[in-house]
């Protein structure tokens, strides 16, 4: 649920997914990328960066947004493995995190038609990215929900 966007080498914008997109989405059990004092939360339990997510042990089916620029590769590559959840990230399908962690490995993408409205730390929406976004499902029962959602976009089952 933690988008973290560089502003600059000391300051950071942190864009929270809308809470209605993921309520489409299911119940989830863990959200490992909450930022401290959320506004709303998405899983049942939150990890925040002073919890460490990527060093914790993920369970059940997973809520992911995880934080943007370096790093960001990490977190795909443990939701890949842990193989249950969503993650929800900019649709740049030609990088090497998407080589490495998504087109082979996930089993369905749902590109969103438009461009989020996110939210800020006080709850409230404050803007679109400078990218599109796509919801990145693994395992099955993910894909059935994505596909099921009724988010406005395309839907594409990889396995």
Not at 30 to 50: G, K, S, V
């Amino acid at each position: 649920m933690n988008v973290t966007f560089e502003k600059s080498k000391t300051t950071s914008v942190e864009w929270l997914t809308p809470p209605y997109l993921v309520k489409k989405l299911g119940k989830f059990d863990l959200d490992p990328c909450t930022p401290l004092n959320p506004p709303f939360l998405h899983a049942e339990i939150n990890y925040n960066i002073e919890d460490n997510g990527l060093t914790k042990k993920w369970f059940g089916r997973i809520y992911m947004n995880p934080p943007y620029g370096r790093g960001m590769e990490k977190w795909l590559k443990k939701l890949k493995l842990h193989g249950n959840g969503i993650a929800l990230i900019f649709a740049r399908t030609e990088t090497k995190c998407f080589f490495n962690h998504i087109w082979d490995d996930a089993t369905a993408l749902l590109f969103v038609k438009g461009r989020i409205k996110f939210y800020n730390l006080e709850g409230k929406q404050v803007g679109t990215p400078g990218a599109p976004s796509v919801f990145i499902a693994y395992g099955k029962e993910n894909s059935d929900y994505l596909e099921n959602s009724g988010i406005e976009g395309k839907f594409i089952r990889l396995k």
